[in-house]
């Protein structure tokens, strides 16, 4: 399956600043998705990451304030813009393989304070 | 929406067989039944999927019923690094948004030495 590097593991931010998660992945894939996982909750995705065309948004996320690139088949980065202490989350970027499925990043743990 | 309904925790003693249960009453014809565990401070990991016939692998087996309603994981012989929340997760294969996993609140199992 693939191997996801999922940088900065974790941060701490000041409120109002930006963030950008990288996620590389070790082979081509059509589709990434990014993850949020609430303190205590499950994961909720923001949005599905398309090389060549415009990320889709889940329902209660926006562009301006989940903004994502994905330059190539390998790599996306997901942005947490003017951040808040509610921003406070683990996300969390996937890889879908017809073989073997989904496989998640380990995380980038931000505290927004 | 999840569309699964998973009892919130489990227990199980080390070594023995626990059986986890997912309703999902709703499936379509071309869902997939899928499972993913996520240990602590970790992201989620594939454990098994399978759509109509019960499927085996080295981590687990997945029961399906004849109606395709319900599910069980069944780990055989639980151990301690197998305490983690299990997530049990419909999602359809035919492409496009439809990749999308949807993750509901899953089982928290505990296991006991």
């Known amino acids: 399956s693939a191997v996801i590097s999922q940088k900065p593991s974790r941060d701490i931010c000041q409120r109002g600043t930006s963030l950008t998660i990288q996620c590389q992945v070790d082979?081509?894939?059509?589709?990434m998705f990014w993850y949020r996982q609430q303190p205590g909750q499950s994961l909720t995705l923001i949005a599905t990451?398309?090389?060549?065309?415009?990320?889709?948004?889940e329902s209660g996320f926006v562009i301006d304030k989940f903004p994502i690139s994905r330059p190539n088949l390998t790599f996306s980065t997901l942005t947490v813009s003017n951040m808040s202490p509610e921003d406070s989350s683990i996300y969390l970027c996937?890889?879908?393989?017809?073989?073997?499925?989904?496989?998640f990043g380990s995380g980038t743990r931000l505290t927004v304070v | 929406d999840a569309k699964t309904t998973q009892p919130n925790s489990m227990e199980s003693n080390e070594e023995e067989p626990v059986h986890l249960p997912c309703n999902h009453s709703?499936?379509?014809?071309?869902?997939?039944i899928h499972w993913y565990r996520q240990l602590p401070s970790q992201g989620p990991e594939y454990v098994i999927h399978?759509?109509?016939s019960n499927v085996n692998n080295r981590m687990a087996s997945l029961a399906i019923a004849e109606d395709r309603k319900s599910s069980t994981l069944i780990l055989h012989r639980a151990t301690l690094r197998d305490a983690a929340v299990y997530y049990c997760?419909?999602?359809?294969?035919?492409?496009?948004?439809?990749?999308?996993?949807?993750f509901g609140k899953g089982t928290l199992l505990t296991v006991n030495p």
């Open positions: 996937s890889v879908v393989d017809r073989v073997y499925g989904y496989t």
């Open positions: 082979s081509q894939v059509t589709m």
């Open positions: 990451a398309n090389q060549g065309s415009e990320a889709t948004y």
């Open positions: 709703t499936i379509s014809g071309t869902d997939y």
């Open positions: 399978g759509l109509t």
């Open positions: 997760i419909r999602s359809s294969n035919s492409g496009g948004s439809n990749y999308k996993l949807t």
